[in-house]
C-alpha cells in the first residue's frame, strides 16, 4: 500500500526514486529517468551556505526546465547548524520544488569537518533540532536521508530516525551503510527493518539496488515503503523501466537498440541544456571558459564511460566517448557502436550486478 505523503505526491506503486547524485542529476539526467519511470528524482546535496550567498553556480545546479508530469523534484541540502539550514529553506520555499531534503548521509571530510552531511548523526539532538527548524519554515513535504551511523561502533540509526519523526519529518531514506563503511560493506537489511517496524513515517531504503531483483529483496526482507536507486542508475536508467514492466523477472536484457535510443534521448536534453544555459549566460554578460556544446559534451563523457559498460568490444568505444569534444560525435560513436553491435549478433545487456551476488551484497534476517 503506497503511503499518504507519497500518493499526496502523486506516486503510484512500486515507489522507486532516483537518489540525489553529486555531479549527476542535473536537469537532463533526472528527466531520462523519469522517462524511464523514476517515481521520483532529486537535485544533488546542495550548500546552505552557498544558497544563502545566493551561489550563482548553486542556483545553476537548481536548474528544472524539463518537467514529466507527475514526476516530482526533490532538492536536497546539507549545512552547519539548524538556523543556517533553516535559512537554506527559507530560499528553497520559493523555488519550484516538490519536496525537500536534508542531507545527513554524506561522508566526504569536507562537508563533516564542518559538521555538516553524516557528521550530524553522531548527535540526535542536532538531528531533531535540524528537523524541527526546518519544518517550521517549509511547507513542502520534508524528508530526510541517512546512514546508519557514523561506524560500527556507532549504530545509533534507531535513535536518529526517532529523531527525524519527532522533528516533524514526512519521511526517511535510510542508506544501510554507516559513514565509514565503504562500497564493499554489505547493505544492512536487518537495520532498516528494525528502523521500518519502529516508525509511523514512511521509511525508503537505500543501497546496492542494482535490479528489480535486488529491490524486491530488500522490500520483502524490511517491508519498506519504496527504494531509493543511486549506482544502478549510472549507465543504466532502464533500470527504472524494468520497475514498470508488468511480470519483469528483475534481469531483463537490454538491447542494442533501446540502448542506443535511450543515449541518444539523453544527448538531445544534453544539447538542449546547454544551450539554453549559453544563452543564459551570454544574456548576463557572464564570461566562460567554454561555449554551450563543448561544455555539454565534456559533461556527457562520463555518463557515455558509464552507458559503455558491459557490451562486448567495447574499449575502443570507451576511448572514443572519454575524448569527445562536442555531442555529434557523442552521436556518431554510440549509434556506429550499436550497428555493430546488432550486426554481430548482440542480443542484449544485463545489469552489472547478477543473482548469485545477492547473498553476499545484503546482510538480512531470513538469510540467517
Ligand atoms: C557519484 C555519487 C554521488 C552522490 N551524491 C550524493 C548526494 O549528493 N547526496 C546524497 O544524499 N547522497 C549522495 N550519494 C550517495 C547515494 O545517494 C546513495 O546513498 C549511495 O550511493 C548508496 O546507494 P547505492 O549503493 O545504491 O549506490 C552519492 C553517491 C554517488 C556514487
Given at each position: 500500500?503506497?503511503?499518504?505523503?507519497?500518493?499526496?505526491?502523486?506516486?503510484?506503486?512500486?515507489?522507486?526514486?532516483l537518489?540525489p547524485?553529486?555531479?549527476v542529476?542535473?536537469?537532463?539526467?533526472?528527466?531520462?529517468?523519469?522517462?524511464?519511470?523514476?517515481s521520483?528524482?532529486?537535485?544533488?546535496?546542495?550548500?546552505?551556505?552557498?544558497?544563502?550567498?545566493?551561489?550563482?553556480?548553486?542556483?545553476?545546479?537548481?536548474?528544472?526546465?524539463?518537467?514529466?508530469?507527475?514526476?516530482?523534484?526533490?532538492?536536497?541540502?546539507?549545512?552547519?547548524?539548524?538556523?543556517?539550514?533553516?535559512?537554506?529553506?527559507?530560499i528553497?520555499?520559493?523555488?519550484?520544488?516538490?519536496?525537500?531534503?536534508?542531507?545527513?548521509?554524506?561522508?566526504?571530510?569536507?562537508?563533516?569537518?564542518?559538521?555538516?552531511?553524516?557528521?550530524?548523526?553522531?548527535?540526535?539532538?542536532?538531528?531533531?533540532?535540524?528537523?524541527k527548524?526546518?519544518?517550521?519554515?517549509?511547507?513542502?513535504?520534508?524528508?530526510?536521508?541517512?546512514?546508519?551511523?557514523?561506524?560500527?561502533?556507532?549504530?545509533?540509526?534507531?535513535?536518529?530516525?526517532?529523531?527525524?519523526?519527532?522533528?516533524?519529518?514526512?519521511?526517511?531514506?535510510?542508506?544501510?551503510?554507516?559513514?565509514?563503511?565503504?562500497?564493499?560493506?554489505?547493505?544492512?537489511?536487518?537495520?532498516?527493518?528494525?528502523?521500518?517496524?519502529?516508525?509511523?513515517?514512511?521509511?525508503?531504503?537505500?543501497?546496492?539496488?542494482?535490479?528489480?531483483?535486488?529491490?524486491?529483496?530488500?522490500?520483502?526482507?524490511?517491508?519498506?515503503?519504496?527504494?531509493?536507486?543511486?549506482?544502478?542508475?549510472?549507465?543504466?536508467?532502464?533500470?527504472?523501466?524494468?520497475?514498470?514492466?508488468?511480470?519483469?523477472?528483475?534481469?531483463?536484457?537490454?538491447?542494442?537498440r533501446?540502448w542506443?535510443?535511450?543515449?541518444?534521448?539523453?544527448?538531445?536534453?544534453?544539447?538542449?541544456?546547454y544551450?539554453?544555459?549559453?544563452?543564459?549566460?551570454?544574456?548576463?554578460?557572464i564570461?566562460?571558459?567554454?561555449?554551450?556544446?563543448?561544455?555539454?559534451?565534456?559533461?556527457?563523457?562520463?555518463?557515455?564511460?558509464?552507458?559503455?559498460?558491459?557490451?562486448?568490444?567495447?574499449?575502443?568505444?570507451?576511448?572514443?566517448?572519454?575524448n569527445?569534444?562536442?555531442?555529434?560525435?557523442?552521436?556518431?560513436?554510440?549509434?556506429?557502436?550499436?550497428?555493430?553491435?546488432?550486426?554481430?549478433?548482440?542480443?542484449?545487456?544485463?545489469?552489472?550486478?547478477?543473482?548469485?551476488?545477492?547473498?553476499?551484497?545484503?546482510?538480512?534476517n531470513?538469510?540467517?
Open positions: 500500500m503506497i503511503a499518504d505523503i507519497f500518493k499526496k505526491l502523486g506516486l503510484s506503486d512500486p515507489v522507486v526514486l537518489a547524485l553529486a555531479g542529476t542535473d536537469n537532463p539526467f533526472r528527466e531520462v529517468c523519469a522517462e524511464m519511470g523514476a521520483m528524482t532529486f537535485v544533488e546535496m546542495l550548500s546552505s551556505a552557498a544558497l544563502v550567498h545566493q551561489s550563482r553556480r548553486t542556483f545553476d545546479m537548481m536548474r528544472r526546465s524539463f518537467k514529466v508530469e507527475g514526476v516530482p523534484v526533490g532538492v536536497q541540502i546539507t549545512g552547519r547548524n539548524a538556523e543556517e539550514i533553516a535559512e537554506a529553506a527559507r528553497i520555499e520559493e523555488q519550484d520544488f516538490d519536496s525537500l531534503d536534508l542531507n545527513m548521509g554524506c561522508p566526504v571530510p569536507k562537508i563533516v569537518k564542518n559538521g555538516g552531511g553524516s557528521a550530524i548523526l553522531k548527535d540526535p539532538t542536532r538531528v531533531f533540532e535540524i528537523v527548524a526546518v519544518r517550521a519554515v517549509t511547507g513542502k513535504p520534508l524528508s530526510v536521508k541517512v546512514r546508519l551511523g557514523w561506524d560500527q561502533t556507532l549504530i545509533n540509526v534507531l535513535e536518529v530516525a526517532a529523531a527525524v519523526e519527532d522533528g516533524g519529518a514526512d519521511w526517511l531514506t535510510v542508506h544501510g551503510r554507516t559513514r565509514c563503511d565503504d562500497y564493499s560493506e554489505p547493505v544492512r537489511l536487518d537495520l532498516i527493518a528494525e528502523v521500518k517496524s519502529r516508525r509511523k513515517i514512511p521509511i525508503i531504503g537505500n543501497g546496492n539496488i542494482f535490479s528489480l531483483a535486488d529491490a524486491n529483496l530488500m522490500i520483502r526482507e524490511t517491508g519498506v515503503d519504496g527504494v531509493m536507486v543511486a549506482r544502478g542508475s549510472l549507465g543504466n536508467p532502464w533500470i527504472f523501466r524494468e520497475f514498470r514492466r508488468k511480470g519483469g523477472d528483475g534481469f531483463y536484457q537490454l538491447t542494442p533501446d542506443c535510443d535511450g543515449i541518444l534521448r539523453h544527448i538531445e536534453l544534453q544539447e538542449t541544456e544551450e539554453e544555459r549559453e544563452a543564459q549566460m551570454v544574456g548576463a554578460g564570461k566562460r571558459r567554454f561555449d554551450g556544446a563543448s561544455l555539454g559534451a565534456l559533461c556527457m563523457r562520463k555518463h557515455l564511460l558509464w552507458y559503455s559498460k558491459g557490451w562486448p568490444h567495447s574499449k575502443k568505444l570507451r576511448t572514443s566517448v572519454s569527445v569534444r562536442n555531442l555529434k560525435e557523442a552521436v556518431e560513436n554510440i549509434s556506429v557502436f550499436s550497428e555493430e553491435l546488432e550486426k554481430s549478433g548482440v542480443s542484449g545487456r544485463l545489469p552489472a550486478i547478477s543473482e548469485e551476488r545477492i547473498e553476499k551484497r545484503f546482510v538480512y531470513s538469510k540467517s
